[in-house]
């Protein structure tokens, strides 16, 4: 399946598959978003999630896709560090702001930065048209954020911090989407980028919550590891799917499109939760899926 996935790298077909990919890593990114905003401590549940997926990622690894060569080991530090960064500020964001209102920021800031830093480090250059799209598309997703602002009621009193962490995590999220798009390029067979990340990646939240893990009620760790395991096998096909469509596509394209996350936020929660959506949310959904379309039409 690697040399299938390499072979579609500057293709068409490979660009089309990436889209698709970028769709589907948006849909789940929302749900895991909502997993880790659950009624748990966020810094916990991320912790349980991956705990999880090192634990899962440790066997493909060590025996079953090929080693790294010595110059990913370089990468691989990088990416735990910028992770480590997002996950802090995440948590910081997650620990203060109603997840209606900070989950539109996160996305709305990161793939503006994400566009840039693609035209840095790959050379792509989106055209007036895809940058209009960008636009749309930010304009809808901070829309979301103002209007949940308007009429949620709860962390009010944290707000203001919540959303400077948030834009804090949206510049992680750009930083981490060029350069996890920078790793999984540089080595030969994509699926040894996927399996070492998530090994290496999955240590730092475990071992800086352990203070929290010792305080936590002892009915609340079952119901936590159950939560560590779903959210592992989420945040296998979300990230896996929006590496593998950085590594085959456009980065900047995939990083637009994965930022659609907010209007599936959105559906989840009027689906499984019974929010209302209204007119004003139908608007904000259309102009966020309007602007992916433009984006991806004059491309």
Known sequence: MSAWLVSLEGTEAGRQLAMALALLAAFLHALFGALQKGRHDPWLSRAAIDASYTVMAAPFAFFVVPWPEPHMWPIFAGAFLIHAGYKYSQAMTYQRGAYAVVYPVVRGTGPFFAVIGAGIVFGEHFTAGQWAG??????????????????????????????????????????????????????????????????????????????????????????????????????????????????????????????????????????????????????????????????????
Do not use: Q
């Not at 948030?166 to 790793?183: C, E, L, S």
């Not at 002892?218 to 395991?229: A, D, F, N, R, Y």
């Not at 637009?256 to 929010?275: C, H, K, N, P, Q």
């Open 134 to 299: 960008v636009g749309v598309l930010m304009t809808g997703i901070f829309g979301f954020a103002v209007y949940n602002l308007r009429t949620v009621t709860v962390d009010r009193e944290t707000m203001v911090p919540a959303l400077g962490w948030a834009v804090v995590t949206g510049a992680f999220v750009a930083a981490y989407t060029t350069y996890d798009a920078y790793g999984i390029r540089a080595t030969a067979d994509p699926f040894t980028f996927l399996a070492w990340f998530f090994l290496i990646d999955g240590l730092f939240m475990p071992v800086y919550t352990r203070r929290r893990w010792r305080r936590l009620p002892s009915s609340e760790i079952v119901p936590l590891l159950k939560l560590g395991v779903i959210g592992a096998v989420v945040a296998y096909l979300s990230f896996g799917s929006i590496l593998v469509a950085t590594r085959i596509g456009r980065v900047g394209e995939a990083a637009v499109l994965r930022e659609t996350s907010v209007v599936f936020a959105a559906l989840i929660a009027w689906v499984m939760l019974g929010d209302r959506v209204g007119p004003r949310r139908l608007t904000l959904m259309a102009l966020i899926a309007a602007g992916a379309v433009i984006v991806k039409l004059t491309g």
